[in-house]
């Protein structure tokens, strides 16, 4: 698969916290290697990679700053000169200066990977596809947690899951799978 223009690749909020028992099932469990595996690519390319941190502003979760679960993920924590850009709300672009730091790398398109598809994932490629930039969203190197539907029941992670890429899917961003970007012409 062949990306548009200069692609920077976005790994949002793949951190400790999120590793709490409290998040309840969560699907896909090899989500993180295939963003290890992606990152090796774009290491590997010389390609832009952005990590998203999200500082929690709500003093009891495990994702405010200086707590525990605050830290990236190892396998797939920055190495020595890779962007970290921290923001307090669901979506990178809100506060930071991930739309100027792509624009002036000359950054058109955009893959995304991280946690949770339904929510940071899902809110920073709705304002990426409508900042003009082409936003692949990658189904297998994101996740979700199971949640609770206005009817009261539960839904299981995997339905979240394939709600919150379906909505995205030809709208704000295009799904694509770990493997196509990692294949002979894929970047």
Known sequence: MNLTGKPALLVIDVQIGFDDPSWGARNNPHAESNIARLLAFWRQTRRAIFHIRHDSINPASPLRPRQWGNNFKPPVA???????????????????????????????????????????????????????????VVSDATAAF????????????????????????????????????LEPGGE
């Open 78 to 136: 920055p190495k020595p000169g890779e962007a970290i850009i921290a923001k307090t709300v669901n979506a990178a672009f809100i506060g930071t200066t991930l739309e100027a730091d792509l624009r002036r790398g000359g950054h058109t398109s955009l893959v995304l990977t991280g946690l949770t598809s339904n929510h940071c994932v899902s809110t920073t490629a709705r304002m990426a596809g409508n900042l003009g930039f082409a936003t692949y």
């Open 146 to 181: 199971a949640r609770k539907g206005l009817d009261g029941r539960m839904r299981p992670a995997a339905d979240v899951h394939a709600a919150a890429l379906s909505d995205l899917h030809g709208e704000f961003a295009t799904v694509v799978e770990t493997g196509a970007l």
